[in-house]
T-cell receptor, first 112, second 115 residues
Framework: QKEVEQDPGPLSVPEGAIVSLNCTYSNSAFQYFMWYRQYSRKGPELLMYTYSSGNKEDGRFTAQVDKSSKYISLFIRDSQPSDSATYLCAMSAGTGGFKTIFGAGTRLFVKA | EAGVAQSPRYKIIEKRQSVAFWCNPISGHATLYWYQQILGQGPKLLIQFQNNGVVDDSQLPKDRFSAERLKGVDSTLKIQPAKLEDSAVYLC?????????????FGPGTRLTVL
């Protein structure tokens, strides 16, 4: 069993839709949860960063962490064609040198 | 602030040849990472440096891969000899490396094709 599981998609939605992206994990030591966005032929860029359980909102993006279920989500409201990218979830047990484990990424296409 | 620089951007070699990649992290970042990203997969950590020292190289195939970070700044990753399964994007990332900081900044990657 992989430490982090993520549906690779692809996920295709119309412009303006609400998008839900998810990851599950098996390591209960994970405390830090990240979402990275990766455009084609580019490196990943950090989108959202949360510690422990709860919600975090930043503009059209909301990250949710449910540690009891070992499940994290990223919601994108009012999706735009520019949101078309691969979204990678990532997790770590600590900071300042702990290993970060990435999911396989979900490819998202937002159609105009 | 300049981002993470990597070169070359693309490289095509034949199996059993050697290849080297270069990374210049963000100025002042103590931690440097090399990841391998195979098509359709997430980045997999190969090696992590904290300043000059290696923090984690548990997933580095040491019989063919080597990496160094001289003077705690630039880093090179070498593959010798290359195999077909080494075809991937090699990503370099850096972070400030402080407690409470998990944000990694990635370079554009080097796309390696082994024929």
């Amino acid at each position: 069993q992989k430490e982090v599981e993520q549906d690779p998609g692809p996920l295709s939605v119309p412009e303006g839709a609400i998008v839900s992206l998810n990851c599950t994990y098996s390591n209960s030591a994970f405390q830090y949860f990240m979402w990275y966005r990766q455009y084609s032929r580019k490196g990943p860029e950090l989108l959202m960063y949360t510690y422990s359980s709860g919600n975090k909102e930043d503009g059209r993006f909301t990250a949710q962490v449910d540690k009891s279920s070992k499940y994290i989500s990223l919601f994108i409201r009012d999706s735009q064609p520019s949101d078309s990218a691969t979204y990678l979830c990532a997790m770590s047990a600590g900071t300042g040198g702990f290993k970060t484990i990435f999911g396989a990424g979900t490819r998202l296409f937002v159609k105009a | 602030e300049a981002g993470v620089a990597q070169s070359p951007r693309y490289k095509i070699i034949e199996k059993r040849q050697s290849v080297a990649f270069w990374c210049n992290p963000i100025s002042g970042h103590a931690t440097l990472y090399w990841y391998q990203q195979i098509l359709g997969q997430g980045p997999k950590l190969l090696i992590q440096f904290q300043n000059n020292g290696v923090v984690d190289d548990s997933q580095l195939p040491k019989d063919r891969f080597s990496a160094e970070r001289l003077k705690g700044v630039d880093s090179t990753l070498k593959i010798q000899p290359a195999k077909l399964e080494d075809s991937a994007v090699y990503l370099c990332a850096s972070s400030a490396g402080q407690a409470g900081d998990n944000e990694q900044f990635f370079g554009p990657g080097t796309r390696l094709t082994v024929l």
